[in-house]
Structures are given as C-alpha cells and as structure tokens.
C-alpha cells in the first residue's frame, strides 16, 4: 500500500483528533513543490473523472477520496491516471505531411482545372515528377550541408515542412543529373526547363501555404526565399525572305493537292498573323472574317483572351480558296448525313451553326488537326526546303512576324496588342534578333520631319 503523507490536514496524524481540510489560503506549501505536483495533477484527474456513488447519506471527504486515489493508483500499479481510450485521437503535426498527398489534393483544386489543358498538363507532369522524389528520397544533415539519398522503400521520405530553398535546389540537381532532353540534337536539358519546374513547385507551395490544412506545414517566407535557376537566354533566329520563299515551295511537294493548299494556308497564317501553334489548330472557320475590306482573324489566346489580328490579301485568298475547294464540300457532305435527323425549317440554321463551329484546319483524314500534327508539317517542310541554321517550328513563324512587322514600321506598343502579350517585357524578347544596324536604318530623323 502506498503511503502518501496527508499534508493539507489541521491535526498530525496519530493524534485521535478529528481532522479537518484546511482553508485553500492555508494549503500546506509543500503541496505546490516539483517532487509531488505530478501526484497532485493525477488526483485532480481522477476527481474529474472517478464517478462516486450519488447517495444522500454519502459523507465523502476530501480525505476519503484521496483514499480512493491510493487504492486506485496501487491496483494500476503505481501507475497515475491513463488517458481516457473514448478521446478522439488526432494527428501530431510533427508527424508530417506527404509531398504526394498534398499535390493531390492540389491538382483537383477547382482553380486549377480553370488553366488550359496544355498548362495543366505541365502542371501533373512536373508535380508527378517532384512527388516522386520526394517520395523515394530521404534529406541528410552534415554539419551545414543537405543532401538527398535515394531509397525507394525509404521510412523517412521527404515530408512538405521540409520544402525549402536548399530541398529544391537539391531536386534540381536530381533532375540535371537523371533527366535528358526529348528534342533530338542536344545534349543537355534547357535551362527554361529547370525553371518551368520551379516555378509550377512554387506555385504548389504558394497554395499550400494558403490553405488551411497545409499552412501549418509550409510558410509564405520558405515559398519567397525559393529562387529560380538561371535562365541562359537564347536568341531565335527568324526565318529570311529566301527561307520563306523555298518552304512555300516545298508545299507543291506534298502527295495531295489538299495537303498543298492547306499547308499554303497554314504559311500564310502563321506568317501573316503570328498565331501561336494552339489558336491556329483551335481556329473556327466562324472566326475567320474574309472581307476584302476588313480581312482578319479572331483568336482565344491565353488566359482565355480573345484577340483579332488583321490578314494580308494574299493570306485572305489562300484560306479562302482552301475553305472553298476543300472544307465547304466536307462539311456539306457531313450535314448530309444528318439531313434524316432533323427537319427541313431546321437544317438551315443547323446548317449556318455546323459551318461556323467547324475548325478550319484538318489532317488527311478529316479530324481536327492537332498541335504535334502542325509540328510535324512544319517540319516536314523545313526539311523539304533545307533549312539551316534556323530551328523550323510554328513559334519561329510567330517571332519571324514579330521581327518583320518593326523592320516594316511598325512599333512595339501595336506589336504587344497583336501579339496578346501581358506586357512589353515579353514582346521585347521577341526582338532581341532585330540587329542594332537595322533598329538605326529604319529610324527616321525626327528634326527632318518636324
């Protein structure tokens, strides 16, 4: 039995006295010292939650109910009050939280699903690739320095409050070492890359630390002092008249004369209107405006913002004389097969919708064509033309509009709204192959034209 001195009683013990509780002001001080608070915490406890006899002749003393803790504390043991099993149990935050879980839950956020389906593809792609670093991956200290130890059955793999600065640096490095480029010809991945990882990582954590259940694991300032890898700028040549020239030739060499009035188009469009790759394959023949007076084209760019961009004669009659010989008679010989599904007074307005909501550009089997189909002809024809020295893509055709159209006059501010940039930073990188002798040839004096 254990025996624990009774130090809060007006009469020792062995006297024959009656003892009584002393007053709360008069508590012996002895009960307040480290060595007996623990006793002293657990038998608060137990007066808590020990459930007593409710009886009208019950004379329970403060005394009697320490008895009561003794010989339960002595049946356990001598061990004090366990915790109640009924208590919802809760989840440590020190426990840590999954890298993989959290982008997760990130990628089906409702604004997310808002990005275009090219910019979520990279979005699933690189946080597929970074949760599964993290998740094979365990961090080591030595001293000051980090490192990341591969081990794919790892117990301690990298967790989200671990995410700074130095753990994506260290991804990173993971991925110059293991990763190397799709494009054929090079031997190292772009540093454009590296910071497209980076900056859809920092996205993620950004997230992470607004939302309420991950911003106990990451904070606002690890996101800020996450800085993106160096990026070694390149300058895209554009395509010279002589280039252009030879890859309009080279359409006459494809197997079909649909193919080549289609590709003569596609030329045109890009040349003439600086499209990007998606709002060329994307285009609706509804939004192409033929008008001898007033031609152009009216585009979804991105952030889902419409822009129109004019067209030259030459580029008006070459998507006219494609639609004419070649999408017209498609798209009536398609509706002809719905003519049985509804009525006559219906088939014309059917008629005018099907027209205006077709895509403009198809393969050779009819389908819409798509952004790795449009890839694929331009270089096809790059290679038809011999093209040196100038990578032959849909987006060269776009600098080469942008180039062209501040050689012929025009000024950077027109250019930014043609182009639907956010701003000019970004359209000035277009420029950065305009030589400084040509920005000084086309230049006019102004005090001659005062």
Not at 37 to 46: G, V
Not at 99 to 105: L, S
Not at 321 to 333: D, F, G, V
Not at 399 to 415: C, D, M, P, S
Request: aromatic fraction near 8%.
């Amino acid at each position: 039995m254990l025996s624990v001195p009774d130090w809060n009683r007006t009469s020792a013990p062995g006297s024959g006295d009656v003892s009584k509780p002393r007053p709360a002001s008069q508590a012996d001080p002895r009960l307040f010292q480290p060595s007996t608070q623990p006793i002293m915490f657990s038998y608060i406890s137990f007066l808590s939650s020990y459930d007593r006899p409710q009886s009208t002749t019950s004379t329970s003393t403060p005394a009697t109910s320490f008895s009561f803790f003794l010989i339960y504390i002595t049946n356990n043991g001598g061990h004090p009050m366990p915790k109640d099993p009924r208590r919802i149990k809760r989840q440590e935050e020190f426990a840590g939280m999954p890298v993989a879980e959290a982008i997760h839950n990130y990628l089906h956020d409702p604004r997310l699903k808002r990005l275009s389906p090219r910019t979520r593809e990279e979005y699933v792609y690189e946080l597929g690739v970074f949760g599964q670093w993290c998740t094979h991956h365990t961090l080591e200290q030595h001293g000051r320095q980090w490192t990341a130890t591969a081990d794919h059955n790892s117990p301690h793999p990298v967790m989200l409050h671990q995410l700074n600065d130095r753990t994506i640096d260290l991804f990173v490095e993971h991925i110059r070492a293991t990763h190397r480029p799709w494009k054929a010809g090079r031997q190292e991945m772009s540093s454009y890359t590296f910071a497209g990882y980076v900056r859809v990582i920092k996205s993620f954590l950004s997230w992470c630390a607004r939302d309420d259940e991950y911003s106990a694991h990451i904070t606002p300032l690890a996101v800020q002092r996450i800085e993106k890898p160096r990026v070694i700028e390149t300058i895209i040549e554009t395509f010279t008249v002589e280039q252009i020239t030879a890859l309009f030739d080279a359409c006459d060499k494809e197997t079909s004369e649909h193919l080549q009035i289609r590709n003569r188009a596609i030329l045109s469009v890009l040349l003439d209107a600086g499209l990007r790759a998606t709002e060329l394959v994307t285009l609706t023949i509804g939004n192409v405006s033929l008008d001898p007076k007033d031609a152009y084209v009216r585009v979804l760019g991105k952030g889902s913002k419409w822009g129109e961009v004019g067209l030259g004669e030459q580029s008006r009659r070459a998507i006219h004389k494609y639609i004419r010989l070649y999408r017209e008679p498609t798209l009536s010989h398609e509706l002809e097969q719905k003519r049985q599904q509804v009525s006559p007074r219906e088939l014309a307005q059917v008629s005018r919708q099907y027209m205006a909501q077709a895509v403009l550009f198809v393969n050779r089997c009819g389908d819409p064509l798509t952004r790795s189909g449009l890839g694929r002809i331009i270089d096809r024809l790059g290679e038809r033309a011999n093209i040196q020295g100038v990578r032959c893509s849909p987006h060269t055709f776009r600098h080469t509009f942008a180039v062209n159209f501040i050689r012929q006059g025009g000024n950077i501010y027109k250019l930014s709204r043609l182009l639907r940039h956010s701003s000019i930073q970004v359209t000035e990188e277009y420029l950065k192959s305009l030589k400084q002798s040509e920005a000084r040839r086309d230049a006019k004096s102004v005090l001659d034209n005062l």
